[in-house]
Nanobody, 120 residues
Framework: QVQLVESGGGLVQAGGSLRLSCAAS????????AGWFRQAPGKEREFVAS????????SYADSVKGRFTVSRDNAKNTMSLRMSSLKSEDTAVYYC?????????????WGQGTQVTVSS
């Protein structure tokens, strides 16, 4: 069993930066890929970024590529999302997800989310 707790969300002006953190409990966190997703009001949840179990491979949605950076520290059971050059369209609830399936399409564990609001 893995429990995930996100933190670091808040209100930021357009062009600003935020760093989200995801703290994981459980011994399996470091053995699987993990990711970040977001859901804006009235929209479906969408993929933001993912990272392999070792942290050596990352992937990003086109909308955040070059602005967001995902990283992880398996020794501390944490994952982070560094967000810069934020835009109003980045406003959403951000979720971390863990234990990615082999084909990369599913995640077994999800956090409760943290709100990010970007004011223009």
């Amino acid at each position: 069993q893995v429990q995930l707790v996100e933190s670091g969300g808040g209100l930021v002006q357009a062009g600003g930066s935020l760093r989200l953190s995801c703290a994981a409990s459980g011994r399996t966190f470091g053995s699987y890929g993990a990711g970040w997703f977001r859901q804006a009001p009235g929209k479906e949840r969408e993929f933001v970024a993912s990272i392999s179990s070792s942290g050596g491979s990352t992937s990003y949605a086109d909308s955040v590529k070059g602005r967001f950076t995902v990283s992880r520290d398996n020794a501390k059971n944490t994952m982070s999302l560094r967000m810069s050059s934020l835009k109003s369209e980045d406003t959403a609830v951000y979720y971390c997800a863990a234990q990615r399936s082999v084909d990369g399409t599913e995640y077994k564990y999800w956090g409760q989310g943290t709100q990010v609001t970007v004011s223009s």
